[in-house]
Nanobody, 115 residues
Framework: QVRVVESGGGLVQAGGSLRLSCAAS????????MGWYRQAPGKQRELVAR???????NYADSVKGRFTISRDNAKNTVYLQMNTLKPDDTAVYYC?????????WGQGTQVTVSS
């Protein structure tokens, strides 16, 4: 079993920055990727960014150039640096730790960007 805990959400004005953190604990040796997803009211959950243990990353087109995902393997922690935030970035952000067969999700953290 893997426990995933996010932190770092909040309220920020458009153009501002936030940094989210996600720590995984428990049976982490099977984790192959960690990623950030978000879900806005009335919308489906979508991938924001994810990273492999080797540091390979991929991003949603809507956040490329503004968000950066990074990973500290020694701490089993993933970060999402979000810059130049827009009101459209408002959502609950979820972290997922993925093995080959199952995804472990955190409880989510609210990010609200005011215009």
């Amino acid at each position: 079993q893997v426990r995933v805990v996010e932190s770092g959400g909040g309220l920020v004005q458009a153009g501002g920055s936030l940094r989210l953190s996600c720590a995984a604990s428990g049976s982490i040796f099977g984790i192959v990727t960690m990623g950030w997803y978000r879900q806005a009211p009335g919308k489906q959950r979508e991938l924001v960014a994810r990273i492999t243990p080797g540091g390979n990353t991929n991003y949603a087109d809507s956040v490329k150039g503004r968000f950066t995902i990074s990973r500290d393997n020694a701490k089993n922690t993933v970060y999402l640096q979000m810059n130049t935030l827009k009101p459209d970035d408002t959502a609950v952000y979820y972290c997922a730790a993925s093995t080959l067969v199952v995804d472990y999700w955190g409880q989510g953290t609210q990010v609200t960007v005011s215009s």
